[in-house]
């Protein structure tokens, strides 16, 4: 490896680094001073690395947000966030599947993935219990409901305390959003937020 200019140049095993026993003393310095830059670099924030640390000691990355690749498993405890539009499906009383917005948000820190958002929903019958399903924006192998658990408010002052509850739902890997209408039977928004594990 001749006398790098950029830390991408290193290699993660030492004996893949320079310099070789072959090469002359004299190149010592020169190894010694790239060496030397690039823990300046790291110091300033200016490796072109996705993810560094800055002066202050925070962490931050260029593409932490929507990131691309695979988000899935355990194995990797991520930390990222993005935005998606979960697929609902109507399971009891609803006219239709509820309407969602593509503004739905999810971060995930390690195995814990938060996740919030709005949708609509416009139940059959008053006083009757109201479900339906959501998808998760990383996908979670649940076994039990009790491994996902969130509530949902409407957007209603004039009705306020409508709340649903969001539990997983296993068979499907779902999210579960199930609430008692009142006697209204027109469409209604609401919100919803949840976290739930990665397994």
Request: negative net charge; contains cysteine; aromatic residues 12%.
């Given at each position: 490896m001749p006398i790098p200019s950029a830390v991408t140049d290193l290699s993660a095993t030492a004996a893949s680094n320079s310099p070789a026993s072959t090469e002359s003393p004299g190149d010592g310095d020169d190894y010694i001073r790239a060496l030397s830059a690039f823990v300046?670099?790291?110091?300033?924030g200016a490796l072109t690395a996705t993810f560094q640390v800055n002066a202050n000691g925070v962490?931050?990355?260029t593409s932490m947000h929507n990131p691309s690749g695979t988000l899935t498993g355990t194995t990797?405890?991520?930390?990222?966030?993005?935005?998606?539009t979960p697929t609902s499906t109507s399971v009891a009383n609803l006219d239709a599947n509820p309407t969602t917005n593509a503004n739905w948000t999810w971060t995930r820190v390690g195995n814990v993935v938060i996740v919030a958002g709005t949708f609509s929903a416009n139940p059959t019958t008053a006083s009757t219990t109201t479900?339906?399903?959501?998808?998760?924006?990383?996908a979670s192998s649940l076994t039990a409901s009790t491994q996902l658990a969130g509530t949902a408010?409407?957007?209603?002052?004039?009705?306020?305390g409508l709340v649903a509850s969001v539990v997983g739902e296993p068979t499907g890997d779902k999210a579960r959003v199930s609430y008692y209408t009142d006697s209204v039977t027109t469409a209604d928004t609401w919100v919803c937020q949840f976290q739930y594990v990665v397994l």
């Open positions: 300046k670099q790291s110091y300033d962490p931050y990355s990797n405890q991520l930390i990222c966030s993005g935005t998606y479900t339906f399903d959501l998808t998760l924006p990383i408010v409407k957007v209603d002052a004039a009705r306020d």
